[in-house]
């Protein structure tokens, strides 16, 4: 490499360290350029005295990820000439690991691609191999729900999370809330299976001292501890008709009202709900509010049953024997 080439590729190394996520710098031939204090601090250091191409480093592959099998977003890129996006399984430090992999393509100023920057978001609570984490699966289904939660953890919008039971709803909503903004702030859940219709509004919104018999205190609820962060509805399908339109109300204008309280309160968070219901059918059948159907609607992620992902059992079975 001569001083030139070597002299832009420290400025562009520089320029990684812009972006909060781990960044590499790539050649369109594949060979790591580059690499931030991010991508050094959850990967580790690639030593810069010979060279690495990343489908190397990453996956421990001798050719690009796309004539091994897998989706490659550097070909991809190369190919459209935008950023490209996919879930890979990376080696890691710590084993196998899904990553949310970006990749950005770079053009000189006669418009030919010569970097990508490639950035790689682990995905939490989430693991290829036997580990201490929660999600475990490499199956095409597994990854493909994985990829969804990915792509939306990093917005705001409402996800709906469908499945069974036992599917890992509850997990599949920490991860989203975990690779969010939002993940310094809490993640507040409710269950809503079993609950009167006093006890639910009274959890959601809180209630104030002698609101009703036993009402010894002010309790703050559930929309009020969730402030900042990611409230978590789950089986969303067993909530009452009469606190539907509570709930949407709560949704449209962000406001609400502790039982036996006249004052208006606001909450700023982040929407999940979970349930193993079809509310679709619900709605055309007049159990559920067709309105509240589609504020909560936003990003539906449906969660695969084991039946769909039997490549994964032996792994699971390993994580269960391991705890």
Not at 138 to 146: C, D, G, P
Not at 227 to 238: A, C, I, K, V
């Amino acid at each position: 490499m001569n001083l030139i080439a070597s002299d832009s590729n420290s400025a562009m190394s520089a320029m990684l360290e812009a972006y909060d996520s781990p960044a590499i710098l790539v050649s369109s031939s594949y060979e790591i350029l580059a690499s931030n204090q991010n991508y050094k601090d959850a990967f580790g250091e690639i030593d810069s005295a010979n060279s690495h191409h990343c489908f190397e480093i990453s996956h421990g592959y001798t050719v690009p990820c796309d004539q091994a099998g897998e989706d490659c977003p550097l070909s991809a890129a190369k190919a459209s000439g935008r950023k490209e996006r996919v879930l890979h399984i990376h080696q890691t430090p710590r084993g196998k690991e899904h990553v949310d992999v970006e990749m950005v393509p770079i053009h000189n100023s006669e418009g030919e691609l010569s970097y990508f920057v490639e950035l790689l978001r682990p995905v939490p609570l989430a693991s290829g191999v036997v580990t201490d984490q929660e999600m475990v699966g490499e199956s095409e289904v597994f990854n493909n729900m994985l990829s969804k939660v990915a792509r939306v953890a990093a917005t705001d919008a409402a996800v709906l999370l469908l499945g069974e039971s036992g599917t890992g709803k509850e997990i599949a909503a920490k991860a989203v809330h975990m690779a969010s903004n939002r993940k310094e702030k809490p993640l507040v859940t409710l269950e809503c299976a079993g609950l009167t219709e006093s006890l639910f509004e009274s959890e959601l919104f809180g209630h104030v001292k002698g609101a009703f018999t036993g009402a010894q205190f002010n309790k703050k609820g559930l929309v009020d501890l969730a402030n900042g962060g990611t409230l978590f509805l789950d089986e969303l399908g067993d909530i009452p008709h009469s606190i539907q339109v509570k709930l949407l109300r709560l949704l449209e204008t962000g406001t609400f009202r502790p039982v036996g309280s006249a004052e208006v309160h606001s909450s700023d968070f982040r929407l999940i709900c979970a349930t193993h219901m079809n509310l679709r059918q619900m709605v055309e059948s007049g159990e559920f509010r067709k309105d509240l159907y589609y504020r909560i609607n936003v990003f539906p992620i449906k969660l695969p049953s084991l039946s769909q992902r039997r490549s994964d059992i032996p792994l699971i079975e390993k994580a269960c024997l391991a705890n």
